[in-house]
């Protein structure tokens, strides 16, 4: 089946101006993920979204960033006045729900979107 | 907090060579713990996991061992080959009822040559 889809796969900006990334999770699962790997920082967990509870975001770097979930599927990330250091492989995870209920340890990651801050 | 250390790369091997890559962690509940990979110019890819203590995963003859008593869960494999040139991640995840986010290592480069 289809996995974990991302878009665009490359993204070039200027410094200062906001760009939206997004994440199709494999059909189902209701745990959705964001992750940045940079070469500075390594990957890191960025926001963290279950089901319709209010999301995790104690990743986010700073107010810079934001993201939603619509509809409990699709999933964007927003950053708000790039800066350079916003350089980086940004990377969706999703997992499913157990059978038997809870989530699992599973993650499936997408192929990332590279943004590129001029 | 919770945190994966991993050694550094780049391990540069001959194939049919030997592979171990060192992973221990610390963490204050008991995780699951995984092993990563990503191969060059693909996303990342589970690779094997294990869930408890004791547990082995295994994988593509890949194998590694969840060993409570040392915080470790190295990565081995007998007999590496040019396609397993990649970059591999340890990591560690908590299930709670809130907060399952991956704690990665920084990840190992494996280079192996004819």
């Known amino acids: 089946g289809a996995g974990v889809s991302q878009s665009p796969s490359n993204k070039v900006t200027e410094k200062g101006k906001d760009v939206e990334l997004r994440c199709d999770p494999i059909s189902g699962h209701t745990a959705l993920y964001w992750y940045r790997q940079s070469l500075g920082q390594g990957l890191e967990f960025l926001i963290y979204f279950q089901g319709n509870s209010a999301p995790d975001k104690s990743g986010l770097p700073s107010d810079r960033f934001s993201a939603e979930r619509t509809g409990g599927s699709v999933s964007t990330l927003t950053i708000q006045r790039t800066q350079q250091e916003d350089s980086a492989v940004y990377l969706c995870a999703s997992s499913p729900l157990r059978a038997s209920g809870g989530y699992t340890d599973t993650q499936y990651f997408g192929p990332g979107t590279r943004l590129t801050v001029l | 907090g919770d945190s994966v250390t991993q050694m550094e790369g780049p391990v540069t091997l001959s194939e049919e060579a030997f592979l171990t890559i060192n992973c221990t962690y610390t963490a204050t509940g008991y995780p699951s713990l995984f092993w990563y990979v990503q191969y060059p110019g693909e996303g990342l890819q589970l690779l094997l996991k294990?869930?408890?203590?004791?547990d082995k995963g295994s994988n593509k003859g890949f194998e590694a061992t969840y060993r409570k008593e040392t915080t470790s869960f190295h990565l081995e494999k007998g007999s590496v080959q040019v396609s397993d040139s990649a970059v591999y991640f340890c990591a560690l995840l908590i299930l709670t009822g809130g907060g399952n986010k991956l704690t990665f290592g920084t990840g190992t480069q494996l280079k192996v040559e004819l």
């Open positions: 294990a869930t408890k203590a004791d």
